[in-house]
Every structure is written in C-alpha cells, then in structure tokens.
C-alpha cells in the first residue's frame, strides 16, 4: 500500500498515512522517503524495542501505531512533518494467507480516502495453477458511475482487476471536496479442484500443498447444542442466541442426531439422549430454546477447562462461542484447541445472530474426519500435518522443505474418514514451479513459498505456545521470535521501530507499530467501552455516529465505524406524532408532529415534514417545545420564549442552548445528550411558493442508557450490517445490494441524502444505503408502532 503526498503551502506541515490492513496479515516492510531521504522501519525483537517504547510512552507520544478496528481489520498510522514544498512517500507491505471459508478466498482492502486525489489506484493480480473457477469484484461505496471503472481480465489461471477513478469521478458531488472513495472494495474467487490429491506448488527448494478434494459427501453428524444461561448471557446475548438457534436447527439434515444442554449452576437438558433430526423433533426442539431464560453465574475457567477435557477424552470436537468484550476469550481459545475445535468471538451487535449462524455453517457439514497428511522422505521441516477435520467449503494447507529441490520424487498420501468409508488419496503430485511466472514481481513470488512456510510455522507455534507448559512455551516461542526475525515478520513477538527524521527541537522521533492478539484487541474494545459506555450489560456506543431526520421526512444514521450510511422515509397524513427517541432511565423524550405542505399537488399527493418537536428531560426538570413559528423552554420552574428570529443562549447548570437567528436551536443537556434542531424554508421561486419545516440532528448520545429507542434512538448504539450482491439498479443512477441486518435480508439501493448538520443552508450530500417500505426489516417492529398520542407523552 502506497501514498505519496505533496506539501504546497509555504510552511511546514504534518502529513499522515493511515491505512487497515487485515488482522490475520504480518506487516514485513515500511519506509519512507522524504527529499531522497529513506527512512525504513526495522523488526526488533520486543524486548529490544522496549527501551525506545517507554522514552516513545515518557515523552507523551503515542507509541503504538497500530489499533484495532473493527472486527476484521487493524489500523497502520504514522505521521510525519514536511517542509514546504516538499513530498513524502510512504510504503506499507504486508503479507496474508488467505483462508477458503465457504467455499471462496477474500481480499479485503479498506480504503478512506478525505478528499479526491490525483492518482488512486487498486489493482490485484491472481495467479493461480489449477485454474480459476470465478473471480468477483465490488465495492461498498460504489455509485452506478464507478461500477464500470471495476476492470476485471480473467483467463484459465490468471486474473486481474483494476480500479482507478479519475479526481472528477471521486467527488461526491462537481466541486465538492469530500470523496466517494470510503468503504471496503472487496474481491472473491476460488480455483478449480480436479484431483483429489490437491494442489502443490514450489519455489526454490520449498513446497505448499493445498488440500481439498472436490466432491465429497458431508458426513452425518452427532452434534450437542451446549447453551450459557449464566447471568453473564443476560439480555441481548440470551436473545440473540434463541434467534440463532432456531435458524441452526432448522438447517440439520435429517440423518444427523442432536442434543441440547443448559448450563449455569446446573446442568439441564432438552432430553437425555440425541435425538434424530426429524422435522417433528426439530420442531420440538425450537419450541424448547425459545423458552430458554437467563439466570445464575459461571465457576472457576480453569475448572471447567479440566472439567471438558476430561468428559470429552480425545473422541468429540469442542466449538466454543463467546459474546462481547467481556467474554474471557483465550480461556476459551485454549480450550477448544485443547479439545480439536476453534473458538470465535461473537461482537456485540444487532448481527450477533446472524455471526453466530455464519461461524455454525462454516463448521457444520464435515466433509473428512481425522485427515493425516503424508509426505515423502526428501520433505523436512513440515507444517501442521494432521487435522482433526475438514469441513466444507474449506481446505488444508501444509508446507515444507524440499530436500535438495528435488520435485520429481515428490510423493503425496492422504488418509482419512469419509461419510461411509475411509478417504485414501496417494502419488505423485503435480507440482508447479512458480519461477516462470510474472518474472517483474520477483519481489513477491521469488520466495513466497518459503515466507508462506514461515508465516504458517510462526502461526501454529503461537497457537501451540498456548496449550504448553511454561517451560515448552519458552522454548516454541523462541523458534518462532528467530523465524519472525529472520523473515521481517510483524508478530506478537516482534516490534516494527519506525524513526522518523528529527523535528525542530530534536526531539526523539522513535514510533513503535506492533501485531496486536486477540486479547489485546478485546482489552482495547474493554477500554474504550469503558471510556464511553453505560453501565448496562451489551450496550455498544458509536464516537460521532449522527442519527437525524429531516426533509418530507427522510431518516438518516451515519456509521463512522462502517464508513457508510443507512436512510428509509416515512410518510404519515399530518398529525401524526412519533416517537423519535426515548430512554426510560433518563427520562429523555423526543416526540416529532408530521405537518403538510401548504398547496397540494396537481397529482393530489401530500409532502409531509416534521413541523414541531417536543423534548422532555424528566430527570433535568427541562422541557422544549419546538416549531416552525417560536420555540418554548421550560427549566428550573419558569418558561422563555424565544422567536427563530432571536439569536441568542441560555444556561444553567443542566442545560445549555444556543439560537443562531432563522438557522438552528443547539442544546447540550448535562451528562445526557446533545442536539441540534435546524429550521428549513424551502422556496420554489417558479410557483411562488415556500414551505417552512424542521430537522432533528443527535450529535451525542453516549450518555444514554443501553434501553434507549424510538425511530431514532435505537440506533444510537450503532446498528451492524453485511452487504452483498452489489448490482446496477433499474434508475440510471442507482446501484441495488443485499443487506443482512438484524437477522433479516433486505433489498437495498444507493441514495443520496442532504445532511444539514455542518453546512445549514446547502447541506452535504451524504451515500447511504436506502431501505425502502418505511424502514421496515432495518427498525424494529413497523412504522406505526412509534405513533404516540401527545407530543409529550412520557414514558
């Protein structure tokens, strides 16, 4: 990943990179060149960067470069001062295995670009032996103008894909400064798989073999459902869990046998012995778990760690899920190593179903069970070569040595069990050498097979480093430091020392970039909920998300942590209140009153606004009653009457408003809430008519409690999503996707929307994604649900 940028003012200033890059990637190399100057960052053991860390950490400087962000990516930041007139370039090289999971590979690069650039440039080449079976390309911000910028050049084993759109096609409007280039651009593909042998390739004395044999039938499985009904699943958990529970069993097959078991204090069950999965008994079973309720606390980690490896014996598979920040995830980690499963965190979420049900299909239909991969003499040095299963959609990679590069005598044996027999595949492998190919990116496929050997030893002695006493652990994580050191991998072992050139003062300019753990990403998610959150259990606060409605009327949330928006409208016959937001801990109440445009349509269609707002604070002791014409405060026992042609502020020591003349009311209640109502007037100068309106803007809600709601208030914890399936649309302009969000599949179009938080009288036009029919699937419940009888109807 590369950027190079340009100082043209006349003094000095700071230049930043920042770039994501997947959390499973090793960065290996970065550097900068400032006036010919090259500055490359170095791999140290961290033990060796410690001393520069702390004088980074002493000196106020932020030390780490890198953060977690989201549940998939990390985030590579660095800035540097340059003189006027002058460039930098910077240069991030990373590396990644990518994983088949359900039956594809994914490349996924973040891009957030401010501002239009002169030169922006994605491009990906695929080279791929056995042949490519498909490649697909999209991206979450593309318009219907950017998808045919998305080049795409496929022939039987080698692909590429290329997007570069010009400044004019970046902006989000002509002039405008702010880029469409913000989101996620996202390739998927898979290869042809012919032989039941798999794939092997080689590179200068080093082999990779990817093993998936096409065609297999799932073996049937025995599968028991363990549930926490703990106190810590109170909640959201607990229902998130019924709700994915009914859709995993309903996808069983019916010659698998199940169980459910509950557990807290006590261990309950379903029934006492598996059961088939017949349509009659799945019934009953879904029956059962939507009855399931929370209670009680969990015991000792260690205890239970104990306790399951020594019922399970070696003979079952452990999966183990856990929901939020506050699950104890390498407890669980290590305990589905110790007992040949994986384990997966659940983030906290309106999706949380929907990633529970997503982990469960990926290892749900084994397709081969204890499969041992064999090799012959001339290999040494071999990666992980037994797994207790394959499951479906997904393949085996192992790497090695290949003494004295001798191919020819490449042998190859696969045993395992089948779904009715014993799986044998042996041989001669074909294998490929990768030497011929794209001879101008030597720089990557020169000895990729060997570094792709190193990054998979690096992982799996990690991942051993945690089932092995402290003694065995030192020993493992040193073999790995050496191989991370040698092959200039970022890991958790390794610090990436970044110097940078000396500011005025000659201060030390030493940045340290390490690889965060699992542990370390939840423990940073832990702080900032901690910072931020309430004290109830699931809440989830968004920095700077923008809940809004405004226009005839059009509902707007922007997701600063998705890069994206999300819009439905709602249209009512005037009169009709909603409820916007409401928090029954606070007592915060906004309730918004639909008027009608003064002069009907010749096609006799109504355009409807919010024309009055009514704003309670029950536990202030403040109340606003908000419209077209005036504005009315009542706090601290007395009442004022303010005109929008007024300009003016008010304070207490529980609110703070502010009245900029015929513009906007911004009102900050104490350790609450703070937003902004803006005044529309709306003139069509051909008709000689003009319609005046409001729009309501939540600019903080962090310190609302996690039971707040309403049309706008449910979304103030943020709300996930997944799109998929980007596709032109029927309008000229328009681009159509699949939205999965709150367990529910939508058909959703791009759109455009004013938001008239920043910019009062011109707005900013805002993408977002469009759900059409009021909102429904993306709100909980309908439309009409949120109607209320007063406009300042309690709670």
């Not at 239009?116 to 994605?122: D, G, H, M």
């Not at 970039?513 to 542990?519: F, G, I, N, P, Q």
Request: net charge negative.
């Amino acid at each position: 990943m590369s950027s190079k940028a340009l100082n043209k003012e006349n003094s000095s200033q700071e230049i930043f990179f920042e770039v994501e890059l997947p959390k499973m990637a090793f960065i290996t190399n970065f550097s900068m060149e400032i006036d010919g100057q090259v500055y490359v960052g170095e791999v140290k053991e961290k033990e060796s960067a410690k001393e520069q860390y702390e004088k980074a950490v002493s000196s106020g400087k932020t030390a780490g470069l890198v953060k977690a962000s989201g549940r998939k990516m990390e985030k590579f930041s660095v800035s540097v001062n340059i003189a006027a007139q002058s460039s930098v370039s910077f240069i991030l090289i990373y590396e990644e295995l990518l994983q088949r999971t359900l039956g594809s590979y994914e490349i996924l690069i973040r891009v957030k670009v401010e501002q239009p650039v002169q030169e922006f440039q994605i491009e990906a080449d695929i080279y791929e032996p056995q042949g490519i079976a498909f490649v697909e390309a999209s991206a979450t911000f593309l318009t219907n103008e950017l998808i045919p910028l998305i080049e795409k050049t496929v022939t039987d084993t080698k692909a590429h894909i290329s997007f570069s759109p010009t400044v004019e096609q970046q902006q989000k409007c002509p002039g405008c400064k702010g880029s469409l280039i913000n989101g996620d651009f996202i390739i998927k593909y898979d290869v042809k798989r012919a032989t039941s042998l798999g794939e092997v390739q080689a590179v200068n004395g080093y082999f990779v073999h990817f093993f998936s044999p096409p065609d297999l039938a799932r073996v049937p499985k025995n599968v028991v459902y363990v549930i926490d009904t703990s106190g810590s699943m109170h909640g959201a958990k607990i229902e998130q869990t019924r709700e994915s529970m009914v859709a995993i069993l309903q996808d069983l097959h019916e010659e698998d046998h199940f169980g459910i078991l509950l557990f807290e204090r006590k261990i309950s069950y379903w029934k006492d012995y598996l059961t088939k999965a017949t349509k009659r008994n799945v019934s009953d079973a879904i029956d059962y778990v939507k009855k399931i309720q929370d209670s009680g606390r969990v015991t000792s980690p260690q205890l239970i760690q104990q306790n399951v490896f020594s019922a399970i014996g070696g003979i079952m598979s452990l999966f183990c899920l856990g929901f939020g920040n506050d699950v104890d995830y390498s407890f669980l980690d290590v305990m589905c190593r110790q007992n040949k499963g994986v384990a997966r965190r659940i983030f906290e979420g309106s999706d949380a179903a929907i990633q529970l049900k997503g982990f469960y299909e990926e290892v749900s239909s084994p397709l081969l069970l204890e499969v041992d991969l064999r090799y012959s003499e001339n290999t040494d040095f071999l990666t992980k070569t037994h797994y207790s299963q394959l499951f479906n959609g997904s393949e085996i990679v192992v790497a090695g040595q290949l003494k004295e590069n001798d191919v020819e005598n490449f042998l190859v044996e696969v045993f395992a069990h089948g779904s009715e027999e014993n799986f044998v595949a042996q041989g001669k492998a074909s294998v490929t050498d990768w030497q011929t190919v794209y001879p101008e990116k030597g720089y990557i496929f020169g000895d990729f097979i060997e570094r792709m050997w190193a990054y998979l030893t690096i992982q799996q002695q990690l991942e051993n480093s945690a089932l092995s006493t402290k003694e065995e652990r030192g020993n493992i994580e040193a073999k790995a430091l050496n191989l991370s050191l040698k092959y200039n991998f970022v890991t958790p072992l390794t610090s990436l020392v970044v110097t940078k050139p000396e500011n005025e003062n000659g201060a030390d300019r030493s940045f340290i970039a390490d690889k965060l753990t699992e542990s370390q990403r939840q423990q940073a998610e832990r702080h900032m909920a901690g910072a931020h959150a309430s004290p109830a259990v699931g809440s989830r606060v968004i920095d700077d998300l923008l809940a809004a409605v405004d226009g005839d009327p059009h509902f707007m949330i922007e997701l600063p942590d998705k890069n994206d928006a999300l819009c439905f409208n709602i249209n009512d016959k005037p009169g009709t209140i909603f409820s916007l937001v409401r928090d029954p801990k606070s007592g915060f109440v906004v309730n918004g009153q639909i008027i009608s445009k003064k002069k009907v349509a010749l096609d006799g269609n109504v355009n409807t606004y919010f024309g009055r707002f009514g704003i309670t604070h029950q536990n202030l002791g403040v109340r606003l009653d908000v419209s077209i014409q005036d504005i009315s405060v009542f706090y601290n026992d007395k009442q004022v009457k303010l005109l929008w042609s007024d300009a003016t502020s008010l304070r207490d020591a529980n609110m703070e408003l502010k009245l900029v003349k015929n513009c906007s009311l911004t009102v900050t209640l104490r350790h609450s809430v703070k937003f902004r109502v803006i005044r529309h007037t709306k003139v069509w100068k051909r008709r000689h008519d003009h319609q005046d309106y409001l729009g309501f803007y939540t600019l903080d809600s962090q310190h609302l409690s996690a039971s707040v709601h309403g049309l706008l208030g449910q979304f103030y914890r943020g709300v996930v999503f997944e799109l998929t399936d980007l596709r032109p649309g029927e309008g000229q302009e328009k681009l159509d996707a699949t939205m999965y969000v709150k367990g529910q599949r939508l058909n959703v179009t791009r759109h455009w929307q004013k938001d008239f938080n920043k910019d009062v009288k011109n707005g900013e036009s805002i993408a977002c994604w469009f759900v059409d029919n009021e909102g429904r699937g993306l709100i909980d419940g309908t439309a009409s649900d949120y109607t209320v009888s007063d406009l300042f109807t309690a709670i």
